[in-house]
T-cell receptor
Framework: AQTVTQSQPEMSVQEAETVTLSCTYD???????LFWYKQPPSRQMILVIR??????QNATENRFSVNFQKAAKSFSLKISDSQLGDTAMYFC???????????FGKGTRLSVIA | DTGVSQDPRHKITKRGQNVTFRCDPI?????LYWYRQTLGQGPEFLTY????????KSRLLSDRFSAERPKGSFSTLEIQRTEQGDSAMYLC?????????????FGPGTRLTVL
């Protein structure tokens, strides 16, 4: 069974600064996907960024980028130029290649401070 | 709005009552997932459908829980004889099964409070 661990329950960052959220996972699969989801206070889950395990290049989406270390089973999210609208719960998630259900971590509550 | 919708958004019930939630997926999506999210936790998988077939059920889905997707479109999740431990946010997601990766799109959730 796969597990996802987020060791930072809460974090805060000043507006316009950079913050990194950590995630580690455990799996025996070789082909899989990793995701960061954002859940704002309104609670609708939104996909922020995804990474395919077979790709060595780290994914980037505008201000969001990941540091994917496959051997270490680490998948961190970097948010650059933080904005007030980035305040939310962030969940790291794992998906095996058969498109089975997502496995989520417990989340990190990020607060962006003006 | 063509996203995933869920009804009701909030439900308060007394212990022992039955409740039913509905999820309408994105219209062309053939996979539908139910997750449960308790306070301070990430979502946990309950069950999923491909079209009308229920393909997998989690150990979290006790005998009091039943889910259906009768025509491969909307889905219902029923909880019988609710318990206080059932209080949670129930999330629905849908995706289109195709080659490779298929993104799951989430609905806003139904928040259940059992008194």
């Amino acid at each position: 069974a796969q597990t996802v661990t987020q060791s930072q329950p809460e974090m805060s960052v000043q507006e316009a600064e950079t913050v990194t959220l950590s995630c580690t996972y455990d799996t025996s699969e070789n082909n899989y996907y990793l995701f960061w989801y954002k859940q704002p206070p309104s609670r609708q889950m939104i996909l922020v960024i995804r990474q395919e395990a077979y790709k060595q290049q780290n994914a980037t989406e505008n201000r969001f980028s990941v540091n994917f270390q496959k051997a270490a089973k680490s998948f961190s999210l970097k948010i650059s130029d933080s904005q007030l609208g980035d305040t939310a719960m962030y969940f790291c998630a794992f998906l095996a290649s058969g498109n089975t259900p997502l496995v989520f971590g417990k989340g990190t509550r990020l607060s962006v401070i003006a | 709005d063509t996203g995933v919708s869920q009804d009701p958004r909030h439900k308060i019930t007394k212990r022992g009552q039955n409740v039913t939630f509905r999820c309408d997926p994105i219209s062309e999506h053939n996979r539908l997932y139910w997750y449960r999210q308790t306070l301070g936790q990430g979502p946990e998988f309950l069950t999923y459908f491909q079209n009308e077939a229920q393909l997998e059920k989690s150990r979290l889905l006790s005998d009091r829980f039943s889910a259906e997707r009768p025509k491969g479109s909307f889905s219902t999740l029923e909880i019988q004889r609710t318990e206080q431990g059932d209080s949670a946010m129930y999330l629905c997601a849908s995706s289109l099964r195709a080659q490779g990766y298929n993104e799951q799109f989430f609905g806003p959730g139904t928040r259940l409070t059992v008194l």
